[in-house]
Nanobody, 126 residues
Framework: QVQLVESGGGLVQAGGSLRLSCAAS????????MAWFRQAPGKDRQFVAA???????SYADSVKGRFTISRDNAKNTVYLQMNSLKPEDTAVYYC????????????????????WGQGTQVTVSS
């Protein structure tokens, strides 16, 4: 089991930027695919971005070209740089760690991830 703690959320105007961080502890970080999901009020939790143990990445179509996921294995931390934010990006953002090591980055279903952070609120005003 891994413990995940997100930070960096907040209120920003449309067109602005935020960087989310997720600090991991409890097991070997570098061999696990990490991801960000988000959940808007009244909606299901949705995939945003993932980064594999080999630093391959995948993104939801809605954030391609605006969001960038990265990881620093020395700090056991994964980041989500969010640029050109839109009101529809408003949601609680969750960090997640894959259930199994060396998982391919194309697996982005909720069930593929076994550890979750508590979430951080991102609000984008128009």
């Amino acid at each position: 089991q891994v413990q995940l703690v997100e930070s960096g959320g907040g209120l920003v105007q449309a067109g602005g930027s935020l960087r989310l961080s997720c600090a991991a502890s409890g097991r070997t970080f570098s061999v696990y695919t990490m991801a960000w999901f988000r959940q808007a009020p009244g909606k299901d939790r949705q995939f945003v971005a993932a980064i594999s143990w080999s630093t391959a990445t995948s993104y939801a179509d809605s954030v391609k070209g605006r969001f960038t996921i990265s990881r620093d294995n020395a700090k056991n931390t994964v980041y989500l740089q969010m640029n050109s934010l839109k009101p529809e990006d408003t949601a609680v953002y969750y960090c997640a760690a894959a259930r199994a090591p060396y998982m391919v980055v194309t697996r982005t279903a909720l069930a593929d991830f076994g550890s979750w952070g508590q979430g951080t609120q991102v609000t984008v005003s128009s």
